[in-house]
């Protein structure tokens, strides 16, 4: 959730500290803060609200030292305010953290009893008084902090310095990323590769439990107290991909990137013979005994689950249940022997996803999967037969390449489920692979769609409600244009099944209530074009986003119509997505709402 980077070398450590950072800001952003040690001596500089606040400080009062660490802040436990900013200080040590201490109460009792004075409401201060208790009896600063994070319950990524020691940065991982970027004669530590891409591709993936001491020439690291060796990886991303490439916007940037990423998503995995997902790992032989599919998500990826449902019952006939990854956790789940269970995560770092699984793992002896964007993330890390969505790094906390490309991967599953089951025959699976390579081109020309789109954005921009609604599959795109909307917008909106609006929710249809109905040709068009009648009836206006070829039909209904090009049913909700996605940004950007950091808002929720 926060954005953590650490600097040893011979420059000065707070600008390239800084500098990462930015890269990570999306992380959290509430209050941020950069500590370094000069000739041993300690300074710290922290600031509330965005990076530029923190920049505006040191510009007074800099920070000096070729040894750093830097933190922006999500607050979870205790308010976002200057003495709550890490770094955390305590004698000699200064500890930015990661991730959430469950036992700090008692700890920070404990350590209060033994004449620790704290001075924060945050249970990262613990962290810091744990490892200054441990020096204090004479422990090195590696055993020093073993012995702290063995008395620790939670996660963390912790990053400490301790002035006696300025050689080294002190590092622990349970739970939360942390990566090193290995450099000549310095080196980067941070929570997230992106923070790193500027100065090195080679990069050491700490796992959980690892501890390590990082020098401006090496990295030592322990397990269990046992040493290990984890070979740098080399990481091939674009440094350009981690920039807006010209668009006002990340999200705007990623929402046109989708046409390319669904191609890096489908590439190698459709063949004229068929589909694979051979990162699953299963046979057709044990892809024919999976009876039952349990999905698990959060936010836009749990919309995923609901659409890649639709596909794999139409397609495999096998029957799937979506669950948020919050909820599965907690409600003793049937998991009968031949239910699948699938997580689906973009990051990979969402904390309820990761709890779900690591229950779905007990419960169905390792029968678990994922569909994922982060290659090195903890659920890949889990999970061994992962779906990766080649997304690439998505930046804009408002969650939208990520969710095309997740779809596009549940439908591969779908089909390759239904053609291993024998629902789906040869023929009926080339038909689908036909289409399915034409989703590319598709979404690049839905795209044509964005002058229509911000026109209708401004005209009901100071709405102050919205209603999207939709049936079938396009009730979870209805669902996930609501999310969008009110992710970056801040105005309320709901997703409802269009069936549904009489059972409620048409008590609220006016003049000032916008609805926005998706639709696709289907049997079920009839049945939405009633349900619109009854909001036309009640003076809503409605704005239909659905294919060229109803457009003239929706018209009849509709105060305005978006269209998208006429395409196969099945890669209709994908299309749909994107006039949806446009509507949330042109809408935030007409109220000058921040975008790309929306408030309250993190990329990667990896606290509960
Ligand atoms: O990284 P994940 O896909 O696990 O994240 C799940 C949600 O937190 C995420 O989709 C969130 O809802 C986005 N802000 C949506 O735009």
Redesign the pocket.
């Known amino acids: 959730m926060c954005g953590i980077v650490g600097y040893i070398g011979t420059r000065q450590a707070v600008p390239l500290i800084i500098g990462g950072l930015e890269k990570l800001e999306y992380r959290g952003y509430d209050s941020s803060g950069v500590c370094a040690l000069d000739a041993g001596k300690l300074s710290v500089a922290r600031a509330i609200g965005k990076l530029s606040a923190l920049k505006n400080l040191l510009k007074e009062t800099p920070v000096i030292g070729t040894v750093g660490l830097g933190h922006t802040r999500w607050a979870t436990h205790g308010r976002p305010t200057e003495i709550n900013a890490h770094p955390h200080t305590a004698g000699r040590i200064s500890l930015i953290h990661n991730g959430i201490i469950e036992n700090y109460s008692e700890l920070r009792h404990e350590l209060e009893a033994a004449g620790a004075k704290f001075s924060s409401e945050t249970d990262t201060e613990v962290g810091a008084h744990l490892l200054n208790f441990y020096l204090g009896q004479g422990l090195s600063p590696i055993v020093a902090l073993r012995t702290a994070c063995s008395r620790i319950r939670g996660s963390y990524a912790f990053l400490a310095l301790d002035s006696a020691h300025p050689d080294r940065i002190l590092v622990a991982k349970n739970s939360t990323p942390i990566v090193i970027g290995v450099c000549k004669d310095e080196m980067f530590v941070a929570s997230d590769i992106p923070a790193l891409l500027e100065h090195t591709r080679s990069v050491i993936i700490l796992e959980d439990g690892d501890i390590a001491e990082v020098t401006k020439s090496g990295v030592t690291i322990e397990h269990d107290g046992k040493p290990v060796t984890r070979a740098p990886q080399h990481i091939a991303w674009d440094a350009v991909t981690a920039q807006k490439g010209g668009f006002k916007h990340f999200m705007l940037k990623e929402i046109h990137e989708q046409g390319r990423v669904v191609a890096d998503t489908l590439r190698s995995r459709i063949h004229e013979s068929g589909c694979e997902v051979a990162e699953l790992g299963l046979s057709d032989a044990e892809l024919r005994k999976i009876n039952r599919i349990s999905i698990v998500?959060?936010?836009?990826?749990w919309h995923a689950g609901l659409v890649t449902k639709f596909f794999v019952e139409q397609f495999a006939r096998v029957p799937v249940e979506v669950d948020y990854a919050s909820e599965f956790r907690y409600r003793q789940p049937v998991l009968e022997a031949g239910t699948l269970v699938l997580a689906?995560?973009?990051?990979?770092?969402?904390a309820d996803?990761l709890a779900a699984i690591d229950l779905a793992m007990k419960e169905t002896s390792g029968h678990v999967a994922a569909i994922c964007n982060v290659v090195g993330s903890s659920l890949a890390r889990k999970i061994s037969r992962t779906i990766f969505t080649h997304a690439g790094p998505e930046i804009s906390?408002?969650?939208t390449k990520?969710f095309t490309t997740q779809v596009t991967a549940g439908l591969l599953l779908a089909i390759a489920l239904g053609a291993a089951k024998g629902n789906l025959s040869p023929d009926r699976v080339r038909e689908l692979l036909t289409d399915l390579a034409k989703l590319p081109a598709a979404l690049e020309h839905t795209l044509s769609c964005s002058g229509d789109v911000e026109r209708v954005a401004k005209k009901f921009s100071s709405s102050r409600d919205f209603l999207f609604i939709g049936r079938g599959s396009c009730y979870p795109i209805a669902l996930e244009g609501a999310?969008?909307l009110k992710?970056i917008s801040y105005i309320h909106a709901e997703g409802y099944p269009a069936g549904e609006l009489k059972h409620g929710p048409i008590a609220l249809i006016d003049e000032n209530m916008p609805v926005v109905v998706v639709v696709q040709r289907s049997g079920l068009t009839d049945k939405v074009l009633s349900n619109l009648r009854e909001v036309e009836s009640r003076g809503g206006k409605i704005i239909a986003v659905t294919d060229e070829q109803s457009n003239a039909t929706l018209s009849q209904y509709a105060t305005e119509v978006i269209s998208v090009p006429f395409v196969s049913p099945i890669l209709s909700p994908m299309l749909l997505t994107l006039p949806l996605q446009l509507l949330a940004y042109y809408v935030a950007v007409q109220n000058g709402t921040d975008v790309d950091l929306p408030r309250n808002?993190a990329?990667?929720?990896t606290v509960e």
């Open positions: 998500a959060c936010g836009t990826a689906i995560s973009q990051s990979g770092e969402t996803t906390v408002a969650s990520a999310l969008k992710e808002l990329k990667s929720v």
